[in-house]
Structures are given as C-alpha cells and as structure tokens.
C-alpha cells in the first residue's frame, strides 16, 4: 500500500528477481564486519534494489530509545542526513511511528497530493532531493523492552510499487542480521590473547572502541546508543582519548590513531561520512 492509502497493483517474484534474492540473502550472511556491510549493500543489495542510502534502526515501542545508522554511496549535506535519522525528530523515526500505527505492513513513500502523515513526509524527502523510499521493520511487542529492528531504503533509483515493498519484506531479515554482526563482533587483539596496540599506546579497549566509532564518522549521542552508554559518559571517554594522543581535536585523534596503526587494518568507514565536531 502506498503511504496515501491508494492501493498497488500486486506483484509475482519472477524468475530473475528470485534468482537475485537468493543470492543476496546467501552473500548477507556472510557479512561479519562494517566495511563487509558496505561493500554488499553496494553490490548484491543495489542489483535487487537500487538505492542511495540504507538506514538502519532500533527503537524502542515507547519511544525511549532509537538509533538510526546510514549507508549511502552518493554525498550529501550534513543538515539532509541529520534530518532523516534524527532518533527523535528525523523523517525515518516519523515513519517508524506511521509504520507501527498501520500494522507494520511494507511502506512505500513517496510525493504525492494527500494530507496524510506519510505523504507529507514524502514530499519532504523531495524536498531534500533523497526522493520516494521504503521501509519495513522487524517488531517485537513481545519482547520485555518491546524493540523493534528498522530498514528503509532512500532515494531509490527507479519508482517504486509492490516489487520493491515485496523484496524489501523478504530482505529485512538479512539485512538487519548482517548489520547486527558488525555491531556486536569483537575485533580487539586482546580478545585474541595478545596486546592491543590501543593498550600499547595507554588506550584501553573500550577507548579504541570509541575512536574507531568517532573515525566512522559517529556523534557522542550515536556511539552511547551503539555501546549503551551514556553520551556523557562517551564524552569523558574522549576528553581522556585526546589528553593521551596528545590531540586538540576529535579529527587530530583519529589522524594520529590511524597513524600509529591503533584502529586496525581496515578503515570500516561507511559512505563518505567524515568525523563530526571538534568538541570532544
């Protein structure tokens, strides 16, 4: 159904879209690291279903708590990106609520002519030049903190209908597992049994953890949410990075981090995000 009410044509998986869904859920699960995610969103995810940016989400049923990460291979303004995964403001935490208030049904958005909550934030993504988008989600009203996973694609690159609502539908669940793996695997050499160079350099593991997150371009309030820790807590985190880096800035950290070889081999950057603020 599309975001103004009016009804879709139903679609039949053919052959070809059969063939690429398979194959897209077989290579998901092989995803275990960021750069991974990246990578296959721009290869086997794009063949199925052409897209700009990928966001994925957690929320909460009661609103408390969201978190919105972005994927996407084409630049835009800071201001566009921040206004769509806002987790309390942004367009795609306004869908999620649209989402769960129509039963948590595939949701096409796109420009159009109604008043309706969704048709009007599908004019907005046109305003902001990110075009029509689908969404679905994973919920579990069941579960004792009443999570819920989200997927939207943005600025899809032909129109979207039942297909694309279809696919996304059969897509959600690898996609939101692979983008859990990379979130949850431990990279540290110390979880090997051997130092890290964090360690070596007077970092501790969870300081490194931090900065590799800072490199991928994240804010205080998003790692506090990747790492259930506070924002402040994160910010005292890295007043004590940049007094050991001897670094004036949160950009100058990563710079001598990477450097001296403490965040690991791959960059694990995503899109073309760079790190935000000076401030730590």
Request: glycine residues 10%; contains cysteine; aromatic residues 6%.
């Amino acid at each position: 159904m599309r975001g103004d009410g009016t009804e879709e044509q139903e679609w039949t998986l053919g052959a070809a879209d059969s063939g690429a869904l398979l194959a897209s859920i077989v290579s998901a699960a092989q995803v275990r690291r960021r750069y991974q995610f990246f990578v296959w969103t721009q290869a086997q995810l794009q063949e199925i279903l052409p897209h700009n940016v990928l966001v994925c989400g957690v929320a909460r049923s009661n609103g408390s708590t969201m978190f919105f990460d972005h994927f996407y291979n084409t630049p835009f303004p800071r201001a566009t990106l921040a206004r769509l995964c806002h987790p309390r403001e942004g367009i795609i935490a306004e869908l999620a609520e649209n989402w769960r208030a129509q039963g948590c049904e595939p949701m096409l958005v796109m420009r159009g002519d109604g008043f309706d909550p969704v048709t009007r934030l599908g004019n907005e993504l046109h305003g902001l030049q990110l075009g029509d988008a689908v969404l679905h989600g994973i919920p579990n009203e069941n579960h004792v903190s009443g999570a819920y996973a989200l997927v939207a694609a943005v600025s899809l690159l032909r129109p979207p209908g039942s297909r694309e609502l279809r696919l996304l539908q059969a897509l959600v669940p690898s996609i939101f597992g692979a983008y859990c793996r990379t979130l949850t695997r431990d990279e540290h050499p110390a979880a090997l049994g051997t130092p890290s160079a964090g360690q070596e350099s007077g970092l501790s593991d969870r300081e490194t953890e931090i900065l590799r997150w800072v490199r991928d371009g994240k804010s205080n309030q998003e790692i506090g949410a990747i790492l259930s820790i506070s924002p402040l807590t994160v910010k005292n985190h890295m007043q004590r990075i940049l007094r050991k880096l001897q670094a004036s800035n949160r950009t100058q950290a990563v710079s001598k981090a990477m450097s001296m070889k403490l965040l690991g081999g791959s960059s694990g950057r995503v899109g073309k995000s760079d790190p935000v603020g000076s401030s730590a």
